[in-house]
């Protein structure tokens, strides 16, 4: 099992406040090898896709439901319901993120599906590339209903350094610096879809005006979230 980045990672929970930071859990099973080629790939029949319609454009990610499947039906089940329709994006960082899912809109409220909390599922095979779909995690240690989408940004050499320090394999960094991400959040909020079509509204919403709290001074509503399946027809 990949070793944990620790002082980077502690850095960029801090700087990123999307909750409280959990920990990483260890899953017990056996190793396996990393690679960029599923979570990166383009969707294919079947494939279960979220659209995310905001009054900005519409960004569209596919739902890794068969790799963590307990964090991708909450969200499923809670998209389904209507849960985050009308909701107004509470927080974005420029280069960092943006994130919803929360009706107080003060970055801490937010529902499970199922009334009680999910614990985070890691994945070597999965990582928070740019476009990457995380759920935040909150105070107790588990996801409920708030999610990020990462807008950016280009990786240091810095971060280069640690990962490999980490044991990640050479074509997940070739990945990270190729496309840019945040590799401080991975193993401490859980990986659980990737843009494949809208990036340019993901850049576009994170790049707005913000207050101290980074929420947008103008309110960017997100008007529907449904879940389908994907189709090459």
């Known amino acids: 099992m990949l070793r944990k980045i620790l002082s980077l990672i502690l850095t960029v929970c801090l700087c990123l406040s999307l909750a409280s930071c959990g920990k990483k859990a260890d899953s017990g099973k056996e ?10 790939s383009a969707p294919v029949e079947g494939d ?17 439901d068969d790799l963590v499947p307990s964090t991708a039906q909450n969200f ?12 107004i994006i509470h927080k974005v960082i420029d280069e960092f993120v943006m994130q919803f899912g929360d009706k107080t809109l003060k970055g801490n409220g937010g529902d499970s599906f199922s009334g009680t909390g999910v614990s985070p599922e890691f994945r070597d095979d999965l990582h928070s590339y740019k476009g990457s779909l995380g759920m935040v995690v909150y105070g107790d240690g588990l996801q409920y209903s708030q999610f990020f989408i990462v807008a ?10 640690e990962m490999q320090k980490a044991g990640y394999s050479q074509d997940v960094i070739d990945a990270y610096e190729k ?24 850049e576009q ?29």
Do not use: C, H, W
């Open 179 to 202: 496309l840019g991400g945040l590799p401080g959040l991975d193993y401490v909020y859980t990986v659980f879809g990737q843009v494949f079509e809208g990036m340019d509204v993901v």
């Open 76 to 87: 499923i089940g809670l998209a389904e319901s209507g849960y985050y329709d009308g909701m």
């Open 152 to 161: 950016g940004s280009n990786v240091s050499d810095e971060y280069v350094a």
């Open 31 to 40: 190793e396996r090898t990393e690679s960029p080629l599923r979570q990166l």
């Open 205 to 233: 919403i994170t790049s707005q005006e913000t207050d101290k709290y980074n929420r947008p001074k103008k309110d960017i509503t997100v008007k529907t979230v449904t879940i389908s399946y994907y189709s090459e027809e």
């Open 48 to 64: 279960t896709v979220v659209t995310i319609m905001t009054d900005m454009g519409t960004i569209r990610a596919v739902i890794f």
